[in-house]
């Protein structure tokens, strides 16, 4: 069965810390992964995409990691700011066209002062 | 470029009734999927329409449906309403249904089943 795995479900940081974030998946065939940063009570808005060749991806303070043969991926956030605060959803979308994406039930991130 | 649009923003029904949720890709956006989010399941994929065809349904009983018309816009429909389909209805489009696309999602409709 695909499925996606995050950890932690929740994390709280102080403001200025970096915190990674985990995904593991068992999505099969594999094309690609992303992650999603969704703000309470809005729609999710995309960090990264990364397909099976790609290790690393970095947007901004976000950095996300790929291994695709232990079938992980991290995201990396640093220098955490307030604004940061947020769900963070990854999400593996599996060959073969016509399949739907796989989500995660996300990390909730709390950035403190 | 506007965003991805859904109306309302907020809605409140009572069980029994029935509901319509509206959603506006991007211009010029043929694909459009439409999810359900709450707290404890996360995002769960409804179904996704590409020039007025459903590509593909999700594992939800028979009173969720949904159609797209030919200016991609897209509508999803929820019959005899239940305490449980209270959730974040979130729509999100993309330029086609290849799976290397980006996802754009709107603000989603929060529905309130009382």
């Known amino acids: 069965k695909n499925q996606v795995e995050q950890s932690p479900q929740s994390l709280i940081i102080l403001e200025g810390k970096n915190c990674t974030l985990q995904?593991?998946?068992?999505?099969?065939?594999?094309?690609?992964l992303r992650w999603y940063k969704q703000d309470t009570g809005r729609g999710p808005v995309s960090l990264t995409i990364?397909?099976?060749?790609?290790n690393t991806k970095s947007n901004g303070r976000y950095t996300a990691t790929l291994d695709a043969d232990t079938k992980q991926s991290s995201l990396h956030i640093t220098a955490s700011q307030l604004s940061d605060s947020a769900s963070y959803i990854c999400?593996?979308?599996?060959?073969?066209?016509?399949?739907?994406?796989?989500f995660g039930k996300g990390t909730r991130l709390s950035v403190i002062a | 470029k506007a965003g991805v649009t859904q109306t309302p923003r907020y809605l409140i029904k009572t069980r029994g009734q029935q509901v319509t949720l509206s959603c506006s890709p991007i211009?010029?956006?043929?694909?459009v999927s439409w999810y359900q989010q709450t707290p404890g399941q996360g995002l769960q994929f409804l179904f996704e329409?590409?020039?007025?065809?459903?590509?593909n349904k999700g594992n939800f009983p028979g009173r969720f449906s949904g159609r797209q018309f030919s200016n991609s816009r897209s509508e999803m429909n929820v019959s005899t309403l239940e305490l449980g389909d209270s959730a974040l209805y979130l729509c999100?489009?993309?330029?086609?249904?290849?799976?290397?696309?980006?996802?754009?999602f709107g603000s989603g409709t929060q529905l309130s089943v009382l």
């Open positions: 995904c593991n998946y068992t999505v099969s065939p594999f094309s690609n």
């Open positions: 990364m397909t099976f060749s790609e």
């Open positions: 999400v593996v979308s599996a060959g073969g066209g016509n399949t739907p994406l796989v």
């Open positions: 211009s010029g956006h043929r694909s």
């Open positions: 329409y590409f020039s007025e065809t459903q590509r």
């Open positions: 999100a489009s993309s330029l086609s249904w290849d799976r290397a696309e980006k996802l754009f």
